[in-house]
């Protein structure tokens, strides 16, 4: 059998040489041995957390939910619970300086939501800084869009604060097509980049597209899910409840560094309430998803027969519930109540 033409071993000493420094000149990758990563790892520091087990120092996390349901609140609670070293729902926070780009509220908005009805205002941190756009400067340019000029004024916000901890509301801001997942992956190249070379923690906050709301929540609901979800770190989410209109619940969908503690039967339920001029997610308690979502009506309960012939058909109980509009652990417990009942 010939042998195949090797493109390195075949040249001589001197081409040899010489490719090889033509290629250290366009690396971009760095190597070690594997045992030599571990070694190296093993000097730097645990990172510490910033929201309990859901979101560390170092990662970049996005947080979504519906319209409305108080992605804000949240976020600027982590903020202000991070720069104080506060814990946040019951979970440890790790001290640090924060920076908040709040596209969402304006200054107006932002000092009534954080005031009560005489005008006393909470008294955030002076480690907590927040930015909003200047709309008295020009936000467009004949060299380059609004998305870019706002990723490169992050970046110099960034870099004048020292801060360790960012959080974006909302990623529409960075990039308006971001469902669209070759965008959404160009900006996720770009956030992570930023987050690696500065050790910075980022989060995100995204809208999902409209859906139903008496569903379990899934990774698919995140906008471009695809892309994001993919070069993230960590993906959390809050839910609405059907206990009630002030009623919330958190929900981990991914985690790539730590075990997710917070799944569909150990979601964090809150209650949205203002104390003390502060808007926030209070602790009520642990529980399962589907304690907030929409049960099997009385009448949906003659579906066993339907429930039972998709699973014949070999269809799972996650495929089954979204064929039939409710929650995976409703369809378990229909399918265990049958088959008690013919045993």
């Known amino acids: 059998m010939d042998k195949k033409p090797n493109r390195l071993t075949d040249l001589s000493d001197g081409q040899f040489n010489s490719a090889v420094s033509s290629s250290n000149e366009i690396n971009i990758l760095m190597d070690h041995l594997a045992n030599e990563w571990i070694e190296l790892a093993k000097k730097l520091p645990n990172p510490k957390p910033l929201f309990g087990n859901i979101w560390h120092q170092g990662e970049v996390a996005i947080l979504f939910s519906n319209t409305g349901k108080g992605k804000s609140i949240l976020a600027v609670q982590l903020a202000d619970a991070i720069t104080k070293g506060n814990p946040i729902i019951t979970l440890d926070v790790y001290k640090q300086i924060a920076i908040y780009f709040d596209f969402e509220l304006s200054t107006k908005a932002f000092q009534r939501r954080y005031s009560d009805e005489d005008e006393n205002s909470y008294r955030f941190s002076d480690d907590f800084i927040r930015v909003e756009i200047d709309r008295n400067k020009h936000l ?6 609004f998305e870019e000029l706002i990723i490169e004024s992050v970046k110099f916000q960034v870099e004048k604060s020292n801060a360790q901890v960012v959080i974006i509301d909302n990623i529409t801001f960075l990039s308006a097509t971001n469902e669209k997942s070759k965008e959404a992956l160009s900006l996720m190249k770009l956030i992570l980049d930023l987050s690696r070379k500065k050790s910075l923690a980022i989060l995100l906050i995204a809208h999902t597209p409209k859906r139903d709301i008496f569903k379990p929540i899934q990774l698919e609901d995140l906008a471009g899910s ?6 993230c770190d960590t993906v959390f989410c809050i ?9 919330r619940y958190i929900k981990q969908l991914k985690n790539r560094n730590y075990p997710i503690e917070f799944h569909e039967n150990n979601v964090i339920e809150c209650e949205v309430v203002k104390e003390n001029s502060f808007l926030q997610f209070k602790f009520v308690g642990l529980n399962s998803e589907d304690e907030h979502l929409k049960k099997i009506s009385e009448k949906s309960k003659d579906r066993i027969d339907e429930i039972i012939e998709l699973k014949n058909r ?5 495929e089954i519930a979204k064929q039939l509009g409710v929650s995976e652990s409703a369809i378990r417990r ?10």
């Open 140 to 145: 467009e340019s004949d060299e380059k869009s």
């Open 226 to 231: 695809k892309a994001l979800s993919n070069f």
């Open 239 to 247: 839910g609405e409840s059907v206990k009630g209109s002030k009623v």
């Open 314 to 318: 070999n269809l799972s109980n996650v």
């Open 334 to 343: 229909r399918i265990n109540k049958f088959h008690k009942r013919n045993q």
